[in-house]
């Protein structure tokens, strides 16, 4: 059975949503986060989310970055990983902690941790780039995008 594509059965509501999407990543740009951080921080939150689709586009995205292919590799296990500075270790912890809605409320320690770390707006901007990439996730995995070699 093929399941309806959300994207083209209601392609305003998509299109909003890129718009929304660029929109966050240029204020996130212009606030110093770069480029290839934010695709990864969304490749991140695709893992979690099990979305095939969108764990391939950020891997290319971030590639396309010039973010070196160990450095992508590991953000499945960012934790453990030297190649990721404390700044970024606190992004990905914060965007994951929007992600988990099941979990309850964002830790306190959490969000004071990415404050030490990055601005209110940016801030901000790391919850916003969590939420968008979820929307993004659930849509393709509900219309259940191919992803083929």
């Not at 059975?1 to 994207?7: I, K, P, V, Y």
């Not at 960012?78 to 988990?100: P, R």
């Amino acid at each position: 059975m093929n399941r309806a594509s959300l994207s083209k059965s209601s392609p305003d509501a998509y299109n909003k949503l890129i718009e929304i999407s660029n929109h966050i990543d240029q204020q996130a740009v212009s606030l110093g986060m770069e480029e290839g951080f934010i695709h990864l921080l969304k490749l991140r939150i695709s893992q979690i989310n099990g979305c095939a689709f969108c764990v391939r586009l950020h891997t290319q995205d971030a590639q396309k970055c010039h973010v070196n292919i160990d450095k992508i590799a590991l953000v499945a296990v960012w934790e453990e990983a030297d190649y990721f500075s404390e700044k970024e270790k606190a992004a990905f912890l914060l965007a994951e902690s929007v992600n988990m809605v099941h979990s309850g409320h964002i830790p306190s320690d959490i969000y004071k941790k990415a404050a030490e770390y990055w601005n209110d707006e940016q801030l901000a901007l790391i919850e916003w780039i969590s939420i968008i990439i979820g929307s993004f996730n659930r849509i393709a995995i509900a219309s259940r995008y191919k992803v083929k070699p």
